[in-house]
């Protein structure tokens, strides 16, 4: 199994390019991104609190699920500059989120922007994100390429049969 999204980092990427992969996220994740983050937010731990927010349970951390998009800027070698995100709904433990992120822009220093959009298993979108920052130029893409020729030891989404798709 090859694993797409690399092999077209060390292809060169261009704007347009699009990759899109899915994740369902626990209850037990949320809780590690709380004491990993020290959010101890009542919203994503005390139904009560949800009650009173007008939420139909405790929700997920919103930049648990915002960090989908690391999943493509670390199999792209995508240097990470700047980020922003807008939260249009909750999601829920148990819930299944699918990301697509789109490169819009890219300078000749490897500089890029790129959009992200996150939609439910509902068909729901609940969330967006911006981002810039630089991608691998062409020595970069080339380590990439030896690194995918050595089977990727670092990299636990190599060969991996859920990799995501283009």
Aim: glycine content about 10%; charged content about 25%.
């Amino acid at each position: 199994m090859v694993n797409l999204i690399r092999e077209k980092a060390v292809k060169g990427l261009l704007p347009g390019d699009s990759f899109t992969y899915t994740r369902r996220f626990t209850k037990k994740e949320t809780m590690v991104f709380g004491d990993l983050t020290r959010d101890y937010n009542p919203v994503h731990y005390d139904t009560r609190w949800t009650d009173e927010k007008g939420f139909k349970d405790q929700i997920c951390h919103g930049l648990l699920i915002g960090g989908m998009i690391c999943e493509f800027g670390g199999q792209v070698g995508w240097l990470a500059t700047g980020m922003n995100f807008k939260f249009l709904g909750p999601v829920y433990f148990n819930d299944t989120i699918t990301c697509t992120v789109t490169i819009t822009q890219i300078q000749e220093n490897g500089r890029a922007e790129a959009d992200a959009v996150f939609i439910n298993q509902e068909n729901k979108k609940i969330g967006m994100a911006s981002m810039t920052g630089r991608l691998p130029l062409e020595k970069e893409r080339q380590i990439l390429a030896r690194m995918m020729a050595e089977g990727d030891p670092s990299n636990k989404l190599a060969d991996n049969p859920d990799t995501p798709d283009l």
